[in-house]
């Protein structure tokens, strides 16, 4: 096994990146090993990707990092989903409406304007009671699950290396001939040892999944404190996922009879034709985004001879801003590796 480049983490931040660094660094297939506790396939609570919502959705940020991060992925993910082999991968578009309480800021909406499909501002006498300003476009919609193990489907078809393996300490994933360790733990980037960022802290959604054939489009209303959403995953059997909850710093995996009426009451509120058929819940379940105080850690750290890339703390948004953090993760790998070269 050569695993000259290791990548800690199986969530969809750590495959963008095995991504980026066949594409963007040129590295063969053959050198990179994605080593991880969970792999896609699994589920526990501390295994985030496969619990997402999972669409592109306008719940980031709007600093001019993750502003480009989002455009990045967007405009990508069409060469991504031809290589897994088209829709049927997990991953499609559908049309999406979304509205706030507040106004969202130019800096959200003139970057949203720049690659935005079919977008289009919603006339204030359309808007729902209660809010200020809305947009209709066309997204991307993820099925989670399917979408992580066709992933690593295609990874495993091209010669990337998955271990499952549970790390104790950062240290332990530099195997004999690793040159470099990229960090995408996410939410275990709080207790893994050699790492041990007190900024990361969870924040806990719970989603309902309902089978509903009839609504085959995402519909989204921001608050400042609360999301409500809306989202068909596509070649799931029509499941429907509602939610949510953004709640900070909560750890538990549990589920709660009452914020499961809350997203009921709110999604069928926000979209009532859900109910122009008898309601079926599927499940009900809970993840923990993997947020971060101050936005996503992407660097590079020195361990003696070899390198360290962090790139976590995407927070709700892995999906739809993850490639970009990986993009400028892996770049500046490949310039820290040319100032190396010099000595």
């Not at 290791?6 to 063969?28: E, P, Q, R």
């Not at 993820?142 to 495993?156: G, V």
């Not at 709660?256 to 009451?265: E, H, M, P, S």
Request: net charge positive; charged share 20%; with cysteine.
């Amino acid at each position: 096994m050569t695993a000259q480049y290791v990548i800690v983490g199986s969530g969809i931040v750590g495959l963008y990146t095995t991504y980026c660094l066949i594409n963007d660094a040129k590295v063969s297939s053959s050198k990179l090993t994605v080593m991880a506790e969970y792999l896609p396939g699994d589920e526990s609570i501390n295994y985030t990707s496969p619990w997402a919502g999972g669409n592109f959705s306008c719940i980031t940020p709007n600093d001019a990092d993750t502003l480009r991060f989002d455009k990045l992925t967007y405009t990508h993910l069409a060469i991504i989903q031809a290589k897994l082999g088209g829709p049927k991968c997990g991953l499609d578009t559908k049309p999406s409406s979304e509205y706030w309480d507040f106004y969202p800021g130019d800096e959200k909406i003139n970057s949203l304007k720049s690659y935005l499909k079919d977008l289009v501002i919603v006339p204030k006498d359309q808007l729902p009671v209660g809010t200020v300003f809305g947009i209709k476009y066309t997204t991307w919609d993820f099925n989670c699950p399917l979408f992580l193990a066709n992933f690593k489907e295609y990874f495993e078809s091209i010669g990337v290396t998955f271990i499952k393996k549970k790390l104790t300490h950062i240290s332990q994933a530099y195997l004999p001939k690793t040159k470099v360790v990229f960090n995408c733990t996410g939410i275990g980037s709080f207790s893994l040892s050699g790492v041990k960022d007190s900024k990361v802290y969870p924040t806990r959604g719970q989603v309902v999944v309902v089978r509903a054939p009839h609504i085959q489009e995402n519909r989204m209303r921001w608050g400042e404190d609360y999301a409500t959403y809306i989202i068909p995953r596509p070649y799931s059997g029509n499941q429907l996922v509602l939610g949510g909850f953004l709640q900070k710093d909560n750890w538990t995996g549990d589920t709660f009879g009452d914020q499961t009426k809350n997203i009921l009451k709110r999604t069928t509120e926000l979209m009532p034709e859900i109910l122009d058929r008898p309601l079926e819940i599927l499940r009900v379940a809970a993840g923990l985004r993997p947020s971060r105080q101050g936005g996503p850690r992407i660097e590079v750290e020195r361990v003696e001879n070899k390198l360290l890339v962090h790139n976590y703390g995407a927070s709700g948004y892995g999906y739809q801003a993850g490639f970009g953090m990986s993009h400028k993760a892996v770049g500046l790998y490949i310039k820290e590796k040319a100032i190396l070269a010099r000595f």
